[in-house]
């Protein structure tokens, strides 16, 4: 059994979702873990971790446009406004989403669905840089 970590960094530009499947693929094949398990986790508050669809761009959009429908941006119904009207709406949308998940690597493939991609779903406005903190567990 062995343990690696990876800090994958990456820069928003405004709210969508950022696709980063390939690059934990090549962390995994960089590394020839076998069998075992990756925990992806976001250290960040106002940023989540989903797996979602990656063939069709128009669930991004659906699902931000949903998103934006459950959290709108109208600090007239919120106490914490601090960093603007996309602050407690980004709250609100991570906790409703995952600030980690667990996927399961065997026979050196993450196991992952035909159409899924690992994406960071960035809720604020302005630009942002997000780490994603990669944890394997298992075999080499």
Do not use: C
């Not at 962390?27 to 106002?46: R, V």
């Not at 995952?98 to 994406?119: A, P, R």
């Amino acid at each position: 059994m062995k343990q690696e970590f990876y800090n994958l960094k990456i820069n928003t530009n405004g709210q969508q979702l950022y696709e980063f499947t390939d690059q934990t693929l090549n962390w995994i094949e960089k590394n020839n873990f076998k069998n075992g398990i990756l925990n992806l986790s976001i250290q960040h508050t106002s940023a989540s971790i989903i797996v979602q669809e990656n063939a069709d761009p128009d669930v991004q959009t659906d699902l931000i446009n949903y998103f934006d429908k459950l959290a709108p941006m109208d600090n007239r119904l919120y106490i914490h406004t601090t960093e603007g009207k996309d602050d407690m709406p980004a709250h609100i949308k991570s906790a409703l989403t995952n600030n980690q998940i667990s996927l399961s690597v065997k026979n050196k493939e993450l196991l992952l669905g035909t159409w899924q991609g690992i994406y960071l779903f960035e809720h604020r406005l302005n630009p942002q840089q997000r780490t994603i903190i990669h944890h394997f567990i298992g075999e080499i």
